[in-house]
């Protein structure tokens, strides 16, 4: 009789399929389901979504918040190589400025040392005449000694006076520029 009871055990087991749970722990099964997914649903998933959400936001204000900033890196980069064409545009002007008011200088110091250097000339030339002038002033009274002297030994007498010593070489001197001019004109 065991036998037999052991068949039936097992025929009543062959029977019940395993993935079929029995009636009683399906109940408890879907009961406890139920409450899990009810949970899940009211309590877990708003914060999870809500978590969710917060990320994209955070997420999608920081690739926001990079373009602006991309931007406006672009408008500062932009505004940047202005100044510096402005700058370069700026020190282009100043250089060539710089190098006009040098020329205009050195004109200008060229035209200063062209004056001094023709009133330098100008100066000597007017010494040199009266160098020459008190030369020949000199020269004529010199000259005119001596040919007193010369023609009171000639003559025999004394040319002191003045008065005739004076005319005496004024002739002489004349006779002498004559001769003189003569010889220029014949060369």
């Keep these: 009789m065991q036998l037999t009871q052991q068949l039936v055990q097992l025929a009543a087991e062959e029977q019940q399929n395993p993935l079929i749970p029995p009636g009683p722990e399906l109940v408890i099964g879907l ?56 700058a370069r545009h700026e020190a282009a002007r100043l250089r060539q400025e710089a190098q006009e008011q040098g020329a205009a200088l050195i004109a200008e110091m060229r035209a200063e040392g062209q004056r001094q250097r023709e009133e330098i000339v100008a100066a000597g030339h007017t010494q040199l005449e009266a160098d020459r002038k008190a030369a020949a002033s000199v020269l004529r ?17 004394s040319l002191e006076d003045h008065a005739r010593q004076s005319r005496v070489i004024d002739r002489f001197l004349d006779g002498l520029d004559e001769a003189a001019s003569t010889a220029e004109a014949a060369r």
């Design 31 to 86: 009961v406890t389901f139920a409450i899990v997914f009810f949970f899940l649903g009211k309590k877990l998933l708003p914060n999870i979504n809500k978590v969710l959400e917060e990320r994209r936001a955070a997420i999608e204000g920081g690739i926001e918040e990079a373009e602006a900033m991309k931007v406006e890196a672009q408008s500062v980069l932009e505004q940047y190589k202005a100044q510096l064409a402005e």
């Design 141 to 157: 009274q010199d000259v005119g000694k001596l040919a007193t002297e010369l023609a009171g030994k000639l003559v025999g007498e």
